[in-house]
């Protein structure tokens, strides 16, 4: 067992990354802020539903005037969490709002954000995507101090970091209170009459400005800036911090540069194919995946599909190269959000159909090219897998958009402990056969680096379990960091 091997056991036998989880892979959250618009709350309703997907277990809004702080959060969607006159109360022309996807039942409303506090430099409310990976050390550190936490989320950490500060300008008290912090974050914060946007110094999260008329909007996707009518100005850089106030934007040197490590997840899986994210538009990234995976694992076929709706672009690509027509021959449920809140009875006799069902007229006596993202445990896959053999197809061959996902997120992604991802303990001809499919091909790490304008940019660790060194920490440290206590929920 090499050290970084015996690390993540490590972390998955201290209860660090165990959580209760589907078969996919779950972004864990979005932000959206305004400054300057009579309707804040209600744009970013409209904000935060164009970021669902990032998030779908509780949202919450927080606007104000500058003086007075009106919030409201609960869980559920976005639709949901506002429905009836709630906006209404929500009075200001500055807002922040959050989706949030956790799968721990007892804290979701204690956890939800955006988190609203009343310190000694006013009122504060912060929205958080990502994760702290020493929020364990820095919360036992605090309490030891005497610090008292209302959540088990690593949002609050930075919370009372920031209160602790001895700064009085809240520009001061952030970067102060970040550089203690390491992992990924990116952050919407509403201060007295101050919106503020920040990314950690590696930029494992996206955030971007766009403009509404006299209104300057921040959001984790560009769909969301489309949502409002607002135009794309400009992404707000690793480690930078922007204030937005009624003098306009202002960039703030924040945090010290480090090697940005962009998810390239969020390029593969995560974003919406109508966002642009780290420079880079994500329909086309996902077709060049496509293409290169064709070029990577060619393959004589019928018909190429998509496992619906995350890869769809890179079927498409996958069926531009080959030449193979690209056919819907499987229809997506789009009213099956929160499956998790289903009854088990329900999810155990109807499984993924529940969620996708097969066009047999398509299928039927046809050798299929599957395209799909990534296989996290592989059950979903293999379910898929028979759903369209007993839809007909003769042939099933499975091509997967992104290398063998063989090691768990610390950064933000909702991951399975290591142990219950295939790849970390099967080989690809062992997972073909579990998948029981006639061939199966992975894109290769040098292909999907091809994919990207800037590859040295980007986190692999998923792929390649490369955590420490691209943090520049010693493994016993880390280990150090991340132990002992399942209380505090981590990862968003
Ligand atoms: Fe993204 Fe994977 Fe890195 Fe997590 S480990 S930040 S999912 S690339």
């Known amino acids: 067992m090499t050290g970084r091997e015996a690390l993540t056991e490590k972390r998955e036998s201290q209860g660090v990354v165990s959580r209760p989880h589907g078969d996919r892979l779950h972004e864990e959250c979005g932000v959206f802020g305004i400054w300057g618009a009579e309707n804040a709350a209600r744009l970013t309703y409209a904000g935060l539903y164009a970021l669902q997907h990032r998030g779908q277990e509780s949202a919450g809004i927080v606007a104000t005037d500058g003086v007075e702080f009106h919030h409201h959060k609960a869980v559920g969607l976005v639709s949901d969490v506002f429905a009836g006159s709630v906006l209404d109360s929500l009075k200001g022309h500055i807002a922040i709002g959050h989706n949030r996807y ?6 979701l409303l204690r956890n939800a954000q955006p988190l609203v506090v009343d310190f000694r ?12 990976v020493n ?7 605090l309490e030891a101090q005497g610090s008292i936490f209302q959540t088990t989320s690593d949002t609050e950490v930075i919370l009372h970091l920031i209160a602790r500060s001895k700064s009085t300008e809240i520009e001061r008290m952030i970067p102060e209170a970040l550089a203690r912090c390491q992992g990924a974050y990116t952050l919407v914060i509403l201060a007295g009459e101050k919106l503020i946007g920040l990314r950690d110094p590696r930029g494992f999260r996206p955030l971007c400005l766009g403009k509404r008329g006299e209104a300057h909007v921040l959001a984790s996707e560009t769909c969301a800036l489309d949502m409002v009518g607002a135009e794309f100005i400009r992404e707000i850089a690793a480690g930078e911090l922007v204030v937005i106030d009624g003098s306009g934007v202002r960039s703030c040197p924040a945090l010290k540069p480090k090697p940005a490590r962009a998810c390239v997840f969020e390029l593969i899986y995560f974003s919406r194919p109508d966002s642009e994210v780290f420079g880079e538009s994500v329909d086309l990234v996902r077709r060049r995946l496509g293409r290169r995976l064709a070029e990577e ?4 076929a019928d018909i190429v599909i998509s496992v619906p709706d995350s890869s769809n672009s890179a079927a498409l690509g996958f069926s531009e190269a080959s030449g193979i027509p690209f056919e819907l021959g499987l229809i997506r449920n789009h009213y099956v959000g929160r499956t998790f809140i289903a009854p088990q009875q329900v999810k155990r006799d109807f499984g993924v159909n529940l969620k996708f069902n097969p066009v047999r007229r398509i299928l039927e006596g046809k050798r299929v090219v599957v395209v799909d993202d990534s296989i996290v445990r592989g059950t979903t896959s293999r379910s898929l897998v028979a759903m369209l053999r007993g839809a007909g197809a003769r042939e099933i061959h499975f091509r997967v958009s992104s290398p063998p996902i063989g090691w768990s997120c610390y950064y933000g992604i909702d991951t399975p402990n290591r142990k219950e991802l295939i790849a970390s303990s099967h080989s690809v001809e062992e997972i073909r056969k579990y998948l029981h499919v006639d061939t199966l091909g992975y894109l290769s790490m040098d292909g999907l680096r091809a994919c990207v304008s800037r590859p040295d940019d980007h986190c692999y660790a998923c792929f390649d379990g490369k955590y420490s060194e691209w943090y520049g920490e010693p493994l016993d440290k880390l280990a150090m960091e991340q132990r002992a206590s399942t209380r505090l929920e981590g990862r968003r």
Not at 135 to 141: D, K, Q, T
């Open 102 to 107: 956790s799968t721990q039942g007892s804290t």
């Open 135 to 141: 929020a364990v050390a820095l919360r036992n550190e």
């Open 121 to 132: 430099e006013g009122m504060l409310a912060l929205g958080h995507n990502g994760n702290l």
């Open 297 to 300: 694992h060619p393959v004589a």
